[in-house]
């Protein structure tokens, strides 16, 4: 359960990435148009793999996403380490894409801290940091990064 609800925070996180990336059309006209946890496997105790499939309606050139990863926050303590697998976006086409991400709790972090989550889910205490390589088709690309985006105004525009 509370894997799951982490696999959607980071879906939202990738969906968002994909959107701050578009070149061409206007960043608006990218729209996730759906979003699944498809599956979710832990590794060990402190780990996790989850694949999510994402949906996109790209009216704008091809791109591609790599290096991705994100740093959750709560309360301005880090307590999560997200990896995603790259991802290239068709120009022009309506597609579902599969994201495999990987997760690691911060060893400082007390899990136990989560369930306060799912008993309250509050999302304001929770903030993100988030980078990722964007780049165009024929090889032009620029790193991006962003730092304490707050998880709930994040979902609110999504």
């Known amino acids: 359960m509370m894997i799951k609800k982490t696999a959607k925070i980071v879906t939202l996180l990738l969906a968002a990435a994909l959107c701050l990336c578009s070149c061409g059309k206007s960043l608006k006209d990218i729209k996730i148009t759906s979003y699944e946890v ?72 007390n899990p136990f801290s989560l369930l306060t989550l799912l008993q309250n889910p509050d999302l304001e205490p929770i903030t993100l940091d988030l980078s990722y390589h964007g780049s165009l088709k024929g090889g032009l690309g620029k790193d991006f990064e962003y730092k304490d985006i707050k998880v709930k105004d994040l979902i609110g525009r999504l």
């Open 38 to 109: 498809t599956s979710v496997a832990p590794r060990g105790l402190s780990a996790f793999d989850a694949t999510i499939d994402l949906g996109v309606n790209n009216p704008s050139v091809q791109f591609s996403l790599s290096a991705i990863s994100a740093t959750v926050k709560m309360d301005g303590t880090p307590c999560l380490y997200l990896t995603a697998d790259d991802v290239k976006v068709e120009a022009r086409s309506e597609q579902v894409y599969t994201l495999i991400l990987h997760g690691v709790l911060d060893k400082a972090f």
